[in-house]
């Protein structure tokens, strides 16, 4: 009977050795898709559509530059499958999210009311909500006392139009 009762226990030991190696697995996994992100919001490719969206947005001419949009689109379909990391995206990202959205919004706006279509980059703005819901939270305040004012919007897009690929 008590070599039955260690075998149960023993059994119960792996298997919670395995669960916790495959916790630790996909935290891993978590953290260098978040790296990857990052790296790849970083590149010169990237740079250079995020220095043409910026410079259309602070034209105000038609936005033909929309892979900044597609990747943050991408970043909330991994958010959504939990295969990022909530503080790499937040540490990385909230702040381009925060800054990108309400400056592109009157476009994407546009775009789904000539096509009938709500779906154009709800990914993105689900996104962007869910990170100043978290910005909120973090300073203790309400969303509404953490929106990027016009002017720092317009300071952010200088910013990106003089970026350097």
Same mark, same amino acid.
Do not use: C
């Given at each position: 009977?008590?070599?039955?009762?260690?075998?149960?226990?023993?059994?119960l030991v792996s298997s919670y050795g395995v669960y916790a190696q495959r916790k630790d697995a996909l935290e891993l996994v978590k953290v260098e898709i978040g790296l990857e992100l990052d790296?790849?919001?970083?590149?010169? %490719?990237?740079?250079?559509?995020?220095?043409?969206?910026?410079? &259309?947005?602070?034209?105000? $001419?038609? *936005?033909?530059?929309?892979?900044?949009?597609?990747?943050f689109e991408s970043v909330d379909g991994y958010k959504d499958k939990g295969w990022i990391d909530n503080d790499i995206l937040f540490d990385s990202f909230s702040y381009y999210i925060e800054n990108y959205w309400p400056a592109i919004q009157s476009e994407v706006t546009k775009f789904r009311k000539e096509q009938n279509y709500d779906g154009f980059y709800a990914g993105f %703005?689900?996104?962007?909500?869910?990170?100043?819901?978290?910005? &909120?939270?973090?300073?203790? $305040?309400? *969303?509404?006392?953490?929106?990027?004012?016009?002017?720092?919007?317009?300071?952010?897009?200088?910013?990106?139009?003089?970026?350097?690929?």
């Open positions: 009977m008590w070599v039955a009762i260690a075998a149960w226990v023993g059994v790296r790849k919001f970083d590149s010169a %490719e990237m740079r250079r559509a995020r220095k043409e969206l910026a410079k &259309a947005l602070i034209g105000r $001419k038609p *936005v033909e530059e929309w892979r900044v949009l597609d990747f %703005e689900q996104l962007n909500n869910d990170v100043l819901q978290q910005d &909120a939270e973090n300073q203790h $305040k309400t *969303v509404a006392h953490i929106i990027p004012s016009d002017r720092e919007i317009q300071d952010f897009l200088h910013d990106e139009a003089n970026l350097r690929p």
